[in-house]
């Protein structure tokens, strides 16, 4: 039996090139104009080596956030600082971790349903083979299965 719902990433050559034209284009001032998209610039913790990774931009009553499968989220265990472009500006953040997975779980659950299935499969990278949202227990194995994170982002203080 095929999952309800499986993170699904287009082919990596593709995603390069996509990614270097965001690198240039967020911090540009066309950038003012791009709202799905930020682009998150930090140190790794132990290579000490400068990132800047474009990213969707999901936003809630929190504030701004990450979803991602990506094994440079971990940079952001127990909170890292980071420079978030979006829109245009450039703004000095803290990132950190989730580390709770049900909080995982519902915001993950939470964005898929008001995106919806077309919206969630181009903003999250997600597909869904049944045809259907899935449940929180299905949401919940593809966190545990792709190893799905969440980075909180908020303004430095």
């Known amino acids: 039996m095929s999952a309800v719902v499986e993170g699904h990433q287009p082919p990596a ?6 990614n270097g034209v965001l690198r ?4 540009s001032p066309l950038g003012r104009g791009v709202r799905e998209f930020m682009l998150l610039a930090f140190t790794g913790r132990r290579s000490g080596r400068r990132y800047r990774v474009p990213v969707t931009a999901h936003r809630d009553a929190g504030g701004p956030y990450v979803l991602t499968p990506a094994g440079w989220r971990l940079n952001f265990t127990g909170g890292a600082d ?12 803290r990132g ?3 580390d709770d997975e049900a909080a995982v779980v519902r915001l993950y659950l939470d964005r898929i349903t008001e995106l919806g299935r077309r919206g969630a499969a181009r903003q999250i990278g997600l597909r869904f083979p049944a045809g ?3 449940t929180s227990d299905e949401v919940t194995r593809l966190v545990r299965r792709e190893h799905f994170g969440v980075v909180r982002l ?3 203080t």
Request: a positive charge; hydrophobic letters at 50%.
């Open 13 to 18: 050559p593709l995603v390069k090139a996509f």
């Open 154 to 156: 908020s303004r430095k």
């Open 132 to 134: 259907r949202l899935p």
């Open 24 to 27: 240039a284009l967020l911090p």
């Open 82 to 93: 980071a420079d978030v472009t979006f829109a245009g500006r450039t703004t000095p953040m």
């Open 96 to 98: 950190v971790l989730v």
